[in-house]
């Protein structure tokens, strides 16, 4: 009778030790964004002058709320910074995460 109690509490251990790391797999793979829609859409309409002053082939702005970020669309040239340093300059101004994508052309809107 020992060792079958024995067993048990043995096994009540394992069961509860797999429950942790399931539930600790789960919890570290589904972390929320830190900033929401509302606050990217905020840090974008506050610094938008100034977004545009420093780069001036900004194609566009936008929210990505699931990555809980602003990303930049900017036409690269020669001569303006590397997409690193954008990266860094934004997130300076706007205090929220930016992703920068770099086009070779200008967008164009068709009528």
Same mark, same amino acid.
């Given at each position: &009778? ?9 096994? $009540?251990?394992?069961?509860?030790? +797999? ?7 789960? &919890?570290?793979?589904?972390? $929320? ?15 938008? =002058? ?9 194609? +566009? &702005? =936008?929210?990505? $709320?699931?990555? +809980? ?14 997409? $690193? =340093? &954008?990266?860094?300059?934004?997130? =300076? ?19």
């Amino acid at each position: &009778m020992k060792t079958s109690s024995s067993l048990l509490k043995i096994g $009540a251990v394992i069961a509860t030790v +797999g429950i942790l790391i399931a539930v600790g797999r789960t &919890m570290s793979n589904e972390i $929320a964004p830190v900033h929401d829609a509302v606050e990217l859409r905020k840090a974008i309409d506050l610094h938008k =002058a100034a977004l545009l002053e420093l780069f001036p082939t900004l194609q +566009g &702005m =936008a929210t990505d $709320a699931e990555q +809980g970020g602003v990303v930049l669309t900017v036409r690269s040239e020669s001569g303006i910074m590397n997409e $690193a =340093a &954008m990266k860094e300059e934004a997130e =300076a101004l706007l205090g929220v995460p930016v992703k920068v994508r770099l086009l070779p052309v200008e967008l164009r809107r068709k009528p």
